[in-house]
Every structure is written in C-alpha cells, then in structure tokens.
C-alpha cells in the first residue's frame, strides 16, 4: 500500500469518525465530546492536507527543484501541527465557558458508545500511518499516525470522565475533562511542530546518523580508510547523503568506484531505494598507515597500530582519521 492510498484511508475514516463524535456531542451536549469532534476538524483538513503534500512529493524533480518536493510533507506536518494547537485552545475555551455557564448534559451512555467506538478505530489506522510512514520515511504520514493515536489517547481520556460523570452526575467534570486534554493537545502540536522544523531547516538526525554509523562500522571493506564529512538530508521519503570515502591512494577510477557501489549498496539495502547518493573518494596519506586495517597493502610506510572506529564524532567531522 502506498503513501497516497493509506493518506487516502485516512481522510476517509476521519470524514466517518467526525459524523459520529458530532452526532454524540448533539445527543449530549457534552464539551469533552465537543473536544472529540474539534480535533476530529483537524484531523479531516490535515487528512486533505497530507494527501496534497503526499501527492506533491511524489512527483519527480526539476528543473526548478532539482532536490526534490520531499520538503512539502514537512511543511504538511508543520500546517497539521498548527491546526492541532488552535484546536487545543479553542477547546480549553469551551471548556472554560461551559465551567462558567454549564449546560444540562443528556443521553451519556449513548455518546460513550460512539465515542469509544472512535477510538478503537483511530488507534489502528493510526498505528497502520506509523508503521508506513516509517517504512517509506514519510514524515507526513508518521505525523498523521502520532495525530490519529494521539485523537485515541485523548478519547480515552473523555470515555473515563464522561464514565465518571456518568456515575457521579458532578457536572464539572465534563469541563475540567475538556481543559485537561486540550493542554495534551497543545502539547502534542508542539512536538510536531518541532519535528517539522527542523526538517525545513535540515536539522541533523543524530538517530538516524548514529544508526547508519553503526551499519557501516559493522560492514566495513578492508579498503575503507577512513568515512568523513558525512551528512544525511531528509527530503521527504528520499533520503541524500553525502560522505568522504578515503581508499588506497593507488587504486584507479575503476577501483575507487567500486568501493562506492558496494558502501552505496549497505546503505540502500538498510534505507531502500529512495536514496541519493554522493560520496567523494579520497586518496589516503602516510601518515594514516597505522590505522589501515588492509593487510595486503605493497606500499605501506608504518606498521599497522589499530583500527579507528568509526563513531559520530569523527565520522561527522571534516578531517581525515589518523592515530
């Protein structure tokens, strides 16, 4: 299933959702339902939203934008996020009026039904977005799953005051139930507000960094000197890294462009296809003779000492390795 097609399921399921949690919050009037089904809103238009972003993406680059429009999904998240905080104080403000001029609530148990029935749903479509998202390094579409499970959390939290209310009739707590999770609401838009910048300003993914380090220390040719000045670049599910490969200083075009095939080729069995790849191979220096783990080498000038290991630190840096 691709990205487009489960952004599709998505705006789908949340149209459904939205009808329920508005025919619940009219049955009983209840402002933690109004909760729901404002953030049900969000999840409609952000669902419209991503899938504009997902199909823009999609498309191939150009001459006016020769990395890509990975970067739309980005802004996507960001658009998503911030509808999720105003929809987080709006229900912090309905839930401050109904405090102050509460309203009489009716037909409880119906609306914790639907409700409840909402959630169960969300969870799954949103652990379904999570786990392709990831797969497909789609930011948008993991912002969509953190949205929609996010939407379960918040329900949840509704279907126990609501059940509290139920079995207590104190009428504030309908109220002070909505407050509660509209503060959750707003937090949550922060975080992916967060993520979404600073894939805009392409923030270094020291997860991501740490992890493709490992892969490649654990894959290491004995003709891999030293790896330097690497970065990765998120342009929506493409990822573009770039990195200083150091090999032999005899080896010939042909040599040297294989060494890059086969780190080209550990990297896209880990990360997939969608990869951009330019690596600048180095000719490696005397002084690096004590760290070259190649045992055949003719021309060698020092004896071997140890290895480097390759680690952030010095993988991510400009500078050659050495002892």
Known sequence: MNQVRIQQWVVVTASVLFVLKLIAYIL??????????LESIVNLVAGFIGLYSLHLSAKPRDANHPYGHGKAEFISAAIEGTLIGIAGILIIYEACKQLIHPKALHQLDTGIYLVSATAIVNYFMGGICIRQGKKLHSPALVASGRHLQTDTLTTAGIVA????????????IDSAVAAIFGFIILFTSWKILRSSIAGIMDEADMELLNEMIGKLEK???RNWVDLHNLRVIKYGSILHLDCHLTVPWYFNVHESHREIEALSGIVRKEYGESLELFVHSDGCLPAQ????????????????????EWKPENVLSNEKHSL
């Not at 009983?28 to 089904?37: G, K, Q, R, Y």
């Open 289 to 308: 003779c004590p760290i070259c783990i190649k045992q055949d080498c003719g021309v060698r000038q020092h004896d071997f000492v140890k290895a480097v």
């Open 219 to 221: 894959n290491r040719s």
């Open 28 to 37: 009983t009037h209840s402002v933690s339902i109004l909760t729901d089904a």
């Open 161 to 172: 005051g609501l059940l509290l209310l139920y079995f207590t009739n104190i009428q504030w």
